[in-house]
């Protein structure tokens, strides 16, 4: 990617919080990545990590009493935070597509396939192109026989044909941002992997800039160029998706990948990190992984700063920040037992 | 050496179920379970893995007695569980159950502690406070704990507790229906590793049951594929984790990814097309035929049975050298061809 | 599909059936006789007794009267008021069109206003528009309908009288007059059923609003106002299509408070006299043209769901 290219997305300091009556919750915490053109850029974390919260943000669909307070997310160099709403309505479906996670219930269950789809050509003023493009647009998801599957309702339907039908639905304005929150997750393994070569495929031929929000290594390790690891709300490592794995600059990231099972590997004990992520209601001062951290020092109490201590990778980690090598141990792994 | 009777024996086992006729579907029978067979020692872990309507859910049912074959049998320590009168609850009683989603399966009016001692308490034991105790500092929670609502903890913490609850009444049996798989991922390592501590402490025997193939590798010492109500391949786990033989477990195995770009990007493998088939109306002969490559006419005639292929581990394929041929990548000829995308 | 629709038309005739077993039953048991009404109170004498009982077959046994009954009932004959004297169809015949127009009146209006407003409060939710639609209706439900009626008509009266007539005229007659007639009792029996299909589209739609499907068309650009009343209602249709099913229970009870109230010839008013005055033919008759319309109204709508929601339909 030239440096010259503009990136599709670029999203810079990005915070939405959460104000309610029990406290307030900064569910994405100063966040800043971009996505280029053909690229696929990966958000992973766990539950509270804030990387859905940061895809419905991008799209401005955050529900009350969620607020996205400050920052900016270009898309093709427009503040999309800056737009009135009915201009941020005529993005939403051509220049940027959400594709959500369950395709379960993503449909609606009261009209056809095709209907819904044609709500989205409508949407945008381009009836003239229904029932072609709609047809076009299914048999380029893989659907045997769109004419008929246009007429059909999704409870007729299985899992993975939902899911194609939902990016079916994304790809229709060939839009130059994709985003997938969790687009596999609720499938089937096997067909898992059909709807991953497929999503590949179409990014690839179409040059979609695809954000992909996960929290399976596996499914980022084969699709995502970078990743941008999130904790608590923050970005805590940025990095190509190679030295992601394989020299990952933050205790959280290194505990995480060597905790995964593989199937590679024997039956065996795990390393595991202990703790569990905190409660974003009550986030501790510092570095918010200090808790569960087998590196933490006094200084992890001021929190610390996203840096690059290599080119393209950034890491938020006092100690990591000094170069110290994160692969052995202090001590022996600490499986403590509490939860 | 004499022949150690193992402590579960499941012979063709089967659960069908009648469904009416509704809005939406017609009449049928539903083969959720067709004709299943397996051993376990005591201390072992048997891995279950298959995905949507193969019927491991139904199969974690009938083995704990919550469900009753429509045909075969059930054997716990040499004695079918479904006998008559006191001995077949009594065995019945020996096995227990943790399940996937742990807000779910604890009483929310009820406080932990409660929930942990209701299998003493169905056995009239009258103080259960100390065992209580004891067996939540086992599961790694501090026993104060046993005084908090479901709903105060932390879906770890739940599932640590539905463990403990499992285990107090010291059970021969622990069926894992899908027990980590709605925990965050670094959550499941620690409930992983605990699982295989507790067993190697109590001598207790798993059946785990997952959709996920490498969550069952970490933990099993067998590993048993099942699709469609029927089970297609079983081995030791290190041997299946080596040389899977069934197309479906290569298939299987191949897209369980792994979190390693170079290894995963580096894979080209056998990518499945088309959707599993309705349990309601499995294919003639082999059901895995409509989606395998290698599929040939006698696979549409006759279901393959399930044979050993050296050393404990049984196949059920027509095709003898079915892994050798989808590692070369090759196609039957008119059987649908791999779809190669790395 | 047809097929399930014919079902569903036969289970309502077995209800139906079921329904003039239990009107009848209800009828044969009120005490006393419907003879000692014709024949009156003083000095009758045995035989008297007998010869009535005998012409209006109240010697047969229960079973045979009742399929007598029903065959007549079938053919629209419900035999002669010995109260009024007049043939009992005949009456009927008079006041049902005033309470079907009331009721059809009603329920046009109840949905009309009711579904918007709860998409409204709905879309609002806990916000101010919604706080106000529900607290108005919230009164105007918690206050009974006879209380009601009399509060309307009391004030009416006074207000304009000649804008408001309170006696009832018949629209062949004069139409103007007979819409002014119409007005007050109108008002008073749509109040509390707006009322309550307004809070139960509002639920209806609070739940349909949540699910993952309505970001989906958010996201993908579609108008907010499209996606609330046609998107997200279809689904929330269902559920409050089958409580307007049972309002319309509540509505026949309602009518006849409000026809007494403003003496309207209507069934309901029909039926109180009749009661008043032991007109036992009266008295079942309307009691089966109340039950067979509610059965008739519920059918329809348990006909409707596999119309509103493509997953009821057989594949």
Redesign the interface.
């Known amino acids: 990617m030239s440096a010259v290219t503009q990136p599709v997305l670029r999203v810079d300091r990005l915070t939405t919080r959460f104000r309610t009556g029990y406290g307030t919750v900064t569910a994405v915490d100063d966040v800043s990545f971009t996505v280029g053109r053909g690229e696929t850029l990966g958000l992973v974390g766990e539950s509270g990590s804030g990387k859905s919260v940061t895809a419905m943000s991008v799209?401005r669909?955050v529900a009350p009493p969620g607020r996205t307070e400050s920052g900016s997310v270009e898309l093709n160099g427009v503040n999309l935070l800056a737009l009135d709403e009915e201009k941020m309505?005529?993005?939403?479906?051509?220049q940027a597509?959400?594709v959500?996670q369950?395709p379960m219930?993503?449909?609606?269950?009261?009209?056809?396939v095709g209907w819904?789809m044609g709500?989205?050509l409508?949407?945008?003023g381009r009836t003239a192109r229904k029932p072609a493009a709609i047809h076009s647009a299914l048999a380029d998801v893989g659907m045997p026989d769109p004419v008929r599957q246009a007429a059909s309702?999704p409870?007729?339907m299985s899992g993975g044909m939902r899911q194609r039908v939902?990016i079916a639905?994304g790809m229709l304005n060939d839009p130059q941002l994709l985003i997938a929150d969790e687009p596999t997750t609720a499938l089937d393994v096997t067909i898992q992997a059909q709807v991953l070569d497929l999503m590949k495929k179409l990014t690839h031929e179409h040059g979609t800039a695809l954000l992909l929000i996960t929290h399976n290594m596996g499914v980022i390790a084969r699709m995502c160029d970078r990743v941008a690891v999130m904790y608590a709300g923050e970005i805590v490592e940025q990095a190509p998706v190679r030295e992601l794995f394989a020299d990952s600059r933050h205790p959280y990231t290194r505990g995480l990948l060597r905790s995964i099972p593989r199937i590679d590997q024997p039956r065996g004990q795990l390393p595991t990190l202990p703790g569990a992520p905190p409660d974003m209601a009550a986030l501790p001062r510092g570095c918010r992984f200090r808790e569960r951290c087998a590196f933490a020092q006094v200084r992890c109490g001021a929190h610390p700063e996203l840096k690059e201590v290599a080119p393209g990778h950034f890491t938020r980690c006092w100690v990591a920040q000094d170069g110290v090598p994160l692969g052995a141990q202090p001590g022996p792994a600490r499986e403590t037992a509490h939860a | 050496m004499p022949e150690v009777k193992p402590l579960l024996e499941v012979r063709g086992v089967q659960r069908h179920f009648r469904i009416r006729a509704a809005?939406?579907?017609?009449a049928g029978t539903l083969r959720a379970v067709d004709g299943v067979s397996l051993t376990l020692g005591a201390g072992e872990t048997l891995g279950v893995v298959g995905e949507s309507g193969c019927g491991k859910s139904t199969l974690a049912r009938l083995i704990v007695g919550l469900l009753e074959p429509t045909a075969g049998s059930i054997h716990l320590d040499g004695g079918d569980i479904w006998e008559a009168g006191a001995a077949g609850r009594e065995r019945r009683r020996q096995f227990q159950m943790v399940f996937q989603n742990p807000a779910g399966s604890m009483n929310p009016r009820r406080t932990l502690g409660a929930s942990v001692a209701e299998p003493l308490q169905a056995r009239g034991v009258r103080r259960t406070d100390e065992e209580v105790a004891r067996m939540l500092a086992l599961v790694g929670l501090n026993p104060k704990m046993a005084l908090r609502m479901p709903h105060q903890m932390s879906g770890g913490q739940q599932q640590r507790a539905s463990i403990a609850r499992a285990l107090i009444a010291n059970p021969k049996l622990v069926v894992h229906d899908e027990a980590v798989a709605s925990l965050d991922i670094s959550l499941q390592a620690q409930i992983l590793n605990l699982l295989v501590d507790l067993q190697a402490r109590l001598g207790t025997s798993y059946v785990f049951i997952s959709h996920d193939l490498a969550a069952v590798q970490a933990i099993s010492h067998r590993v048993m594929v099942m699709y469609l109500g029927e089970v297609v391949e079983t081995a030791a786990a290190s041997v299946f984790a080596a040389q899977p033989r069934h197309p479906y477990s290569i298939a299987l195995r191949n897209a369980t990814l792994l979190p390693d770009p170079v290894v995963e990007r580096g894979r080209s493998g056998l990518v499945l097309r088309g959707d599993v088939p309705s349990p309601m109306n499995p294919p003639s002969g082999c059901r895995f035929r409509t989606r395998c490559p290698l599929a040939t006419e006698r696979c549409a005639a006759t279901a393959p049975p399930l044979q050993d292929s050296g050393g404990g581990h049984l196949v059920a394929c027509h095709v003898p050298d079915a892994a050798e041929r989808l590692a070369r990548g090759d196609a039957a000829a008119g059987g649908t061809p791999a779809q190669v995308f790395a | 599909m047809t097929r399930?629709l014919l079902a569903r038309l036969g289970a309502m005739f077995s209800v139906l059936l079921a329904v003039s077993v239990l009107v009848f039953a209800m009828g044969s048991l009120i005490p006393g006789d419907l003879t000692s009404v014709i024949v009156g109170q003083e000095g009758a004498t045995e035989e008297q007794f007998a010869k009535v009982r005998a012409d209006l077959g109240l010697d047969q046994p229960l079973p045979v009267q009742y399929v007598r009954w029903l065959g007549n009932a079938l053919r629209g004959d419900f035999g002669t008021s010995p109260i009024t004297g007049r043939s009992v169809t005949a009456d009927l015949a008079q006041q049902i069109p005033v309470s079907v127009e009331l009721a059809l009146l009603c329920l046009f209006f109840s949905t009309a206003l009711g579904l918007p407003a709860g998409v409204l409060a709905a879309v609002h939710a806990n916000r101010r528009l919604d706080v106000l639609i529900r607290s108005q209706l919230l009164v105007a439900f918690s206050v009974p309908t006879f209380v009601v009626g009399i509060l309307v008509l009391l004030v009416g009266s006074r207000l304009a009288p000649d804008l408001f007539r309170v006696s009832f005229t018949a629209w062949s007659q004069d139409p103007g007059a007979h819409i002014r007639s119409m007005v007050m009792p109108l008002l008073t029996i749509t109040l509390p059923i707006t009322a309550m299909t307004m809070q139960m589209t509002r639920s209806a739609m609070l739940e349909v609003l949540g699910?993952?499907?309505i970001?989906?068309?958010?996201?993908?650009?579609?108008?907010l106002q499209?996606i609330y009343y046609l998107?997200a209602l279809?689904?929330a249709l269902p559920p409050i299509v089958t409580f307007i099913g049972f309002q319309f229970g509540v509505m026949l009870g309602g009518l006849i408070v409000v026809e007494q109230i403003f003496s309207l010839p209507g069934l309901g008013r029909g039926m109180l006299e009749a009661i008043a005055t032991r007109d036992y033919p009266m008295v079942t008759a309307t009691t089966l043209v109340f039950a067979v319309s509610f059965v008739f109204i519920n059918a329809l709508v348990d006909m409707l769901y596999?119309v509103?929601?493509?997953?009821?339909?057989?594949?």
Not at chain 3, 216 to 222: C, D, N
Not at chain 3, 308 to 315: E, F, I
């Open positions: 799209l669909l309505r005529e993005v939403r479906g051509t597509s959400l959500f369950n219930t993503a449909l609606n269950p009261v009209f056809s819904q709500e989205v409508d949407a945008h309702y409870h007729q939902v639905m | 809005a939406g579907h017609p | 399930l699910d993952p499907f970001v989906t068309a958010r996201a993908s650009g579609v108008r499209r998107h279809r689904n596999p509103l929601d493509p997953r009821q339909r057989p594949r």
